[in-house]
């Protein structure tokens, strides 16, 4: 791949003045202190839009963002109220924004789209490859914002561009998901691990628990044959009346993987998911909630179950680490952490994080639609669902494994 070119790099600030103010973290922010980057590509823009154009519209469409998201203008700082904790100052200091040029091309990058050392060159926000086409880069704090959060705002930058209002307006107000005063734990949770005396506000954790080191990325593409498979198994002859492509799939990917990682039969293992709570809460999160709402669902089991269960007991695990996050439940997991100061749980555990029905692909943008979304790097202990290539439908699964466990994962999630 082809060294990318920085044409300009500069701060964006909000397009008119904004209040000064805080911003409470809730314990669900403070457990995703780390940066998530990203990036989209476009096909070269089909009304013939210069890049400098693009360029300007980008950045017209950030400075009126972030008069309604002064958040994302704003930095993190310690609590005045609990020095320990973290908050957003909105400060209007700024956001970073920039623009470069590469001479790689598009198709040298759009086969087998799945995060990979290559993309990591894409740090510019806005780059335009040789053959035209565009790269949109994203890097900011988890703890400000979750996938729906970024959804919605990737919604209201394509809708600035195009010269247009924002589609819906952030409410950042975090405060429903803040612990209760005393705090009341009614259930055990599993999805989260006590912290240690190494364990802060200012760090994510997204380990296995298992010890594995960094390993290249992996991809299994499942076609939509293979996951109707998936299903009808799923269903065992009767005994589950539905399941979604998501439950079959989530069960299919925990077994695989314990079995692949050879973990001792003994051994329970964890699958975590994130569940968007906002519309579990009661009273529910207000229409644009901005931050993160989206708490771990889990489903444990002993390595020797998932080997000897029938693919519907699974199935109905995973449904199960769904359906339990009612309000108590949600509330209950908020206090275990304001307790605990605990971290997502990282014995013999991994995240399951699901990016394939987003809806990254159907915002449109003054310069066209994205054609493809990819996160850039994926981290030891997460594995993604991604859409499958265009045309073909199906998902792609990606993780690190070394390539002995890689094929023998590989083998349990394709074969019959």
Not at 98 to 119: F, K, N, Y
Not at 364 to 376: L, N
Request: charged fraction near 25%; charge should be negative.
């Amino acid at each position: 791949m082809a060294s990318i070119k920085l044409v300009e790099k500069m701060v964006v600030f909000p397009e008119k003045p904004t209040n000064r103010r805080r911003i409470f973290l809730s314990n669900i922010d403070l457990g995703l202190v780390a940066y998530q980057e990203s990036v989209a590509f476009y096909d070269p823009p089909s009304n013939q839009m210069s890049f400098s154009e693009s360029c300007q519209r980008l950045h017209s469409a950030l400075c009126r963002l972030l008069v309604d998201y002064d958040f994302f203008a704003g930095r993190l700082v310690p609590s005045l109220e609990d020095s320990r904790r973290l908050e957003i100052d909105c400060n209007g200091a700024g956001a970073v924004f920039a623009m470069a040029t590469t001479e790689t091309a598009l198709s040298q990058l759009i086969d087998g789209m799945a995060p990979r050392p290559a993309l990591e060159q894409f740090v510019a926000f806005l780059t335009q490859l040789k053959c035209g086409s565009l790269a949109l880069t994203s890097r900011y704090n988890h703890c400000v914002l979750d996938g729906v959060g970024v959804r919605e705002i990737q919604g209201n930058i394509a809708a600035l561009t195009r010269g247009e209002e924002l589609v819906i307006i952030p409410n950042p107000d975090r405060t429903i998901f803040r612990a209760r005063n005393p705090p009341i734990v009614n259930h055990p949770h599993h999805e989260y691990s006590r912290g240690t005396d190494t364990d802060n506000l200012y760090t994510v954790h997204c380990r296995s628990g298992i010890g594995i080191e960094q390993c290249p990325n992996c991809i299994v593409y499942l076609s939509p044959h293979r996951i109707a498979n998936l299903k009808k198994a799923g269903l065992g002859e009767g005994k589950l009346q539905n399941c979604t492509t998501f439950e079959v799939v989530a069960a299919k990917i925990w077994k695989a993987r314990s079995i692949a990682l050879e973990m001792d039969d003994e051994k329970v293992s964890t699958m975590l998911f994130p569940v968007d709570t906002r519309k579990r809460m009661v009273p529910q999160a207000p229409k644009g909630f901005a931050g993160n709402a989206l708490i771990p669902g889990f489903a444990r089991a002993r390595v020797r179950e998932l080997k000897d269960e029938e693919d519907n007991a699974l199935v109905k695990k995973v449904r199960e680490g769904v359906e339990r996050l009612n309000d108590e439940y949600i509330r209950s997991s908020i206090d275990w952490l304001e307790v605990n100061k605990g971290v997502p749980c990282r014995e013999e555990s991994f995240s399951l994080v699901s990016w394939w029905r987003i809806g990254y692909e159907e915002d449109e943008f003054a310069w066209g639609k994205i054609k493809y979304s990819t996160p850039i790097v994926v981290k030891p202990g997460l594995v993604f669902l991604l859409p499958g290539p265009q045309g073909e439908g199906g998902l792609n699964i990606c993780l690190e494994l070394p390539e002995h466990q890689f094929e023998e994962f590989r083998r349990i999630m394709t074969e019959d």
